[in-house]
């Protein structure tokens, strides 16, 4: 059977199998494919039987498709190993190993199986590299396993992908009919299966249920040495009726998961066949594999840990930041209050007037600030529509022309009345451009600040521009380095830091460019680019 295995991409790690005789479509709309990655077309590449070969073809993508990093254009035939990239996603193309169906099965703790070791492996670090080789086939094979497996360091930091990872290596390279691996969070908690394999479907319940000794398990994880037993069914322990002699179990392997002192677990295969058993050889590389898995949990512990810490720092950040920001506008809002309070004492309008003026510029403040934290903390894809962009701009100047005005400060539109409808998200961008008109506004002199506002369809870049200039003092380069830091801010008590991250997160999330072309002394220009392209489905209705 032929596969596709995702290694790069939103849907990293998933594995797709081919049908013998079906063409396969790969893309947003593709059934057979499903994908979640929105950098693909809805019908960006197809995949095509020929006679036990295939062929992928490119459908005319807004990305192109790329077969071991070249472009392809008409039909390219396939082999095992190619690497198949379309948008954000790579794939693998190539053959599956023979893996029995994967069901997570209960443990029945027993001592049916305290069968007759036979030899004994010590783990511990220098396991993760075997001794010399000899310089045979097999040892190249071991080597080349254990290659394969600290490959998975570094690289897969979830615990239950990484050991069906490791137990994919371990059926097909020692093909046993049953493995399982136990792990504990804790020395004295009870092991619990977290991986069950089976190299053929279970004729009935007993065989689903695996019987294995708890002498076993345990003696591997205080002894921290993996252990072989062979020829189970000459065992005089077991009974005549025992389930693992029903189950006729010729060989078996455990062998522990550790790294140092830290015991995860053990890693259990078992054969039936009744010429076959497992050599101490075999038993040595399964040791060095537990040995090599053990550390790939604790690298994965580590990780985990240090994303933790990572999301701590950023929100301790967050609401000291927040915090400053918010007592800063509420003191103004008080300030405002009592001068309100002191106009309606006294019955002069004029001093109410000005109170209230006060109160609203810091309501606009607050609002601005809680509308910026939102779309800074959500995590979600833009609600494409089609958007008619001289009419959403325009109410955008609608709304800032008051402002403009009490400053004194010109604002100049110059907006191309003819392009088609956009396809865009029109609330993110109605906030990414209204913070940029409200900087602008922020950094231009009362009575002499201009501000200008520009869009521009290009039909051969099938792009939009939007551009908004201001005859300020300009950006300093070490302010540029860090201008869409979040919360790093130069208005002192009246900036939050949150305006260009989230118009420059916003940007991001439709696929556009965000860019900043300033001269001290001279003004700034930040400008926006968006395709015109279509995106999925528009909504028929224009905003």
Known sequence: MLILTVIQGPDKGRRFELPDNEPQLIGRSSEALPLVDTTISRR??????????????????????????????????LVSGDQIRTGQSIFVFGRSTKHAPRKPVRVMPSDRFDTAVESVVPSNDDSVIMAVPDPS?????????????????GSIF???????????????????????????????????????RYRQEPRDNDEKHIHVSRTIVQHVLKKSEGVLSSNAMADRRFSPGDSVKNYGIRSAMCVPIKFREQKFGVVYVD????????????????????????????????????????????????????SHSIRNILQAMRG????????????????????????????????????????????????????????????????????????????????????????????????????LLGNAL????????????TCHFRPEEHEVSIEVTDNGEGIDDETMAQLFQPFYSTKGLRGTGLGLAVTKKIITEHGGQINVDSTQGQGTT?????????KDDPAATHV
């Open 271 to 322: 054969s039936k066949v009744a010429n076959y058993t497992f050599t101490e050889d075999q038993l040595r590389l399964l040791t060095a594999m537990g040995a090599q898995t053990g550390l790939a949990l604790e690298h994965a512990k580590l990780y985990q840990q240090g994303m933790q810490q990572a999301r701590l720092a950023a929100v301790g950040e967050t609401v000291a930041s927040l």
């Open 336 to 435: 405002g209050a009592e001068v309100v309070e002191l106009g309606l004492r006294k019955k002069d309008l004029n001093i109410v007037a000005n109170g209230w003026d006060i109160l609203a510029r810091n309501l606009d403040r607050i609002y601005q600030l809680t509308m910026n934290m939102l779309q800074f903390s959500k995590q979600r894809k833009p609600e494409f529509e089609l958007v008619n962009f001289p009419n959403l701009l325009l109410e955008i100047v609608g709304l800032m022309q008051p402002q403009c005005d009490r400053r004194n400060v010109a604002l100049i539109t110059d907006i191309d009345d003819e392009m088609p409808p956009i396809p865009c998200d029109p609330n993110g961008i109605h906030q990414a451009v209204i913070n």
């Open 442 to 453: 922020d950094v231009v002199d009362p009575g002499s600040g201009v501000i200008t506002i």
């Open 137 to 153: 086939e097999a040892a190249v094979a071991h080597l080349r396993v254990l290659y394969d497996l600290m490959q998975l360091v």
């Open 526 to 534: 930040f400008s926006l680019t968006l395709s015109s392209e279509s």
């Open 44 to 77: 960006h590449a197809e995949l095509t039987p020929d006679h036990g070969k295939w062929l992928i073809n490119d459908l005319e993508s807004a990305n192109g498709t790329y077969v071991n990093g070249t472009k392809i254009k008409g039909q390219r035939l």
């Open 158 to 196: 979830d615990k239950q992908l990484l050991l069906e990872r490791v137990m994919d290596l371990v059926f097909e390279h020692f093909e046993p009919d049953r493995g399982f691996i136990l792990t504990q969070e804790n020395e004295n908690d009870k092991p619990e299966p977290i991986v069950v």
